[in-house]
């Protein structure tokens, strides 16, 4: 059983287009992470999240977590071929520092 | 360079032989982690240390892996007797604490292939 559920699993797009990736669990997280990666790299971290319903935003990209601390979502406005790249949750469940990743979102931004 | 590096970034071996994977963290970082990447999939964790000691092991996958960290630094990720499942990219990934908001910042990874 998957602990983080991110859909979808792939996503193609024109650029320019909008997109949301959605990051769901029945668990409650003290925190939740969301990170890129891409080919041949580690992840990077963009931006964690600690408030039931903060939100975020790092230029088009906008970060929600859920008001119960139990979701997440990451949009992207105007999306270019630069966002290209696997998006990943991550939340903590114990004081380890140890992270429970969802299975990725793979974005393809054509030109 | 001051992130995190691995060695070696790509390990190909037999079915059977013993591997070795090596992770270097950001120095004064206490704890490090081990991953494991499936093609194109979300990370499985494997191991985690604080300081020299692992108060979490469990994530490894069975007694054919096991992970040592020497001077607070280096780790050490073993593999015996590689399967074919054993077939991934392995990341390591360092940090100051452990607390929600500490920042894990991860290794290029070694990706294993076993024939």
């Known amino acids: 059983t998957q602990l983080l559920e991110q859909s979808p699993q792939f996503l193609s797009i024109q650029e320019g287009e909008n997109l949301t990736v959605y990051c769901n669990s029945s668990?409650?997280?003290?925190?939740l992470q969301w990170y890129r990666q891409e080919p041949g790299e580690g992840p990077v971290l963009l931006v964690t999240?600690?408030?039931?319903?903060e939100v975020k935003k790092l230029k088009r990209l906008t970060f929600q977590f859920g008001d119960a601390r139990k979701d997440s979502s990451l949009h992207i406005t105007a999306a270019q071929p630069g966002d290209t790249g696997l998006y990943l949750c991550?939340?903590?469940?114990?004081?380890?520092?140890?992270?429970?990743f969802g299975q990725g979102t793979t974005l393809q931004v054509k030109p | 360079g001051a992130g995190v590096s691995q060695s070696p970034s790509n390990k190909v071996t037999e079915k059977g032989k013993d591997v070795e994977l090596r992770c270097d963290p950001i120095?004064?970082?206490?704890?490090l982690y081990w991953y494991r990447q499936s093609l194109g999939q979300g990370l499985e964790f494997l191991i985690y240390?604080?300081?020299?000691?692992?108060?979490?092991k469990s994530g490894l996958p069975s007694d054919r892996f096991s992970a040592e960290r020497t001077g607070g630094s280096v780790s050490t990720l073993t593999i015996q007797r590689t399967q074919q499942e054993d077939s991934a990219v392995y990341l390591c990934?360092?940090?100051?604490?452990?607390?929600?908001?500490?920042?894990?910042?991860f290794g290029p990874g070694t990706r294993l292939t076993v024939l």
């Open positions: 120095s004064g970082h206490t704890a």
């Open positions: 999240v600690v408030t039931g319903g």
């Open positions: 991550a939340a903590r469940k114990s004081n380890t520092g140890k992270l429970i």
């Open positions: 990934a360092s940090s100051s604490g452990t607390s929600g908001t500490d920042t894990q910042y």
């Open positions: 668990s409650v997280f003290s925190s």
């Open positions: 240390f604080q300081g020299n000691s692992a108060p979490d």
